[in-house]
């Protein structure tokens, strides 16, 4: 039987487009299940998760759990703890981080009283977090968790009379981490080489992936309270994260893996809330968590998503101090980043975009031409 040249050239694009997609779902599988090696010490997933659990350990023996939660949050300061530079550079970016993150949190709890002002308050709150981040060339988690103080005090019920209280744990916890990073940093200076700090220059279009990035994370937060859902930081939180990345590919990435950690996390934390954990149990799992995450983070980002979910869970549930069903607050946590996903990767995509940030562009070289 004779085959015409038109039906084999056919066969061979066929053949073609099939080896393709084998390629493209191979590389991609690759690169989502890669593990990489990890580049910090051993010694700092121990000293961050004691670090943070321990304002959890001592409401523990006081039997004030919520207080010590809300306390942690400010002691996540620790991980803005640079290892490059010298003792006073790496003292000051502790404390310049704790004092955004209670400045922050206050202005949370103040703009809950006037509902109407949350979105325009968190937006500029987002912009200023991403654009001192990202011109003092922090690393990750950068204003990460100073972001996320913000957004949970917009929608955790505090009322007004107690946010001197509230406020003051969370400077007690930033200024635990600070004490905590001279020693620690001492020790780091002592062990290991001194590579210097960065030198700070104005890098083209800060200004305008500020205003992207922002702008898109406020859109998460529109989307989730546009759907009624209980505590919607987490959108805004997710997308952030997500957003973040360098490039497309990065971005996708860290959106599945998001996604999947997300999931398998809600599993995780509906199974561990189920426990009814006692006070102690609580503190346990918070430092075992945070050891978890900052064992992972660095090698698999899924892999640490698994242990973040359920953390931020933790903290929504025994920091508000209200009863929450665990069902709800782990369906509430998928919705919120999913939500979260779809903003970051269209978001993504703008950032990437260079016709729609053109007039970004121009208005970030009017501003630097008048200002500068």
Not at 24 to 44: M, Q
Not at 113 to 141: D, S, V
Request: with cysteine; hydrophobic share 55%; charged share 10%.
């Amino acid at each position: 039987m004779v085959v015409s040249k038109p039906m084999l050239s056919l066969k061979r694009r066929v053949a073609t487009l099939k080896t393709f997609i084998i390629n493209l779902i191979s590389n991609e599988l690759t690169h989502l299940t890669a593990v990489n090696r990890s580049l910090r010490p051993w010694h700092i997933p121990l000293f961050s998760a004691t670090t943070i659990s321990f304002p959890v350990f001592v409401s523990a023996y006081f039997d004030a759990l919520s207080a010590g939660i809300i306390s942690s949050l400010g002691a996540m300061v620790i991980l803005n703890l640079p290892l490059v530079g010298k003792l006073p550079y790496r003292l000051v970016t502790v404390m310049a981080w704790g004092f955004s993150m209670s400045l922050c949190f206050a202005l949370g709890v103040i703009t809950q009283q006037i509902p109407i002002l949350r979105l325009p308050i968190f937006t500029l709150m987002a912009f200023g977090i991403i654009i001192f981040g990202r011109y003092y060339q922090q690393p990750p988690p950068g204003g990460l968790f100073i972001m996320m103080a913000g957004a949970v005090a917009l929608f955790m019920p505090i009322p007004l009379a107690q946010l001197p209280h509230t406020v003051g744990l969370i400077m007690l916890g930033s200024a635990f981490a600070v004490l905590m990073s001279l020693p620690y940093s001492l020790f780091l200076l002592l062990t290991r080489e001194c590579k210097p700090a960065p030198i700070y220059t104005y890098q083209a279009d800060t200004i305008s992936e500020s205003v992207i990035v922002a702008g898109f994370v406020s859109l998460s937060l529109i989307v989730a309270m546009t759907l009624n859902i209980s505590n919607p930081y987490w959108a805004a939180v997710s997308c952030f994260i997500i957003i973040q990345g360098i490039h497309l590919r990065t971005i996708w990435i860290k959106q599945v893996h998001r996604l999947l950690g997300t999931l398998v996390g809600a599993g995780l934390a509906s199974w561990m809330l189920s426990w009814s954990l006692p006070i102690w149990g609580v503190a346990i799992a918070v430092l075992v968590m945070i050891l978890c995450i900052e064992s992972l983070v660095d090698r698999h980002y899924g892999l640490a998503v698994i242990f973040i979910t359920p953390l931020t869970i933790f903290i929504a549930e025994y920091g508000s101090g209200l009863p929450h069903t665990y069902q709800q607050v782990t369906y509430v946590r998928l919705v919120d980043t999913a939500i979260g996903c779809m903003v970051a990767l269209a978001g993504g995509v703008v950032m990437h975009s260079t016709n729609l940030r053109v007039p970004l562009r121009r208005m970030e070289s009017w501003l630097l031409t008048r200002f500068g």
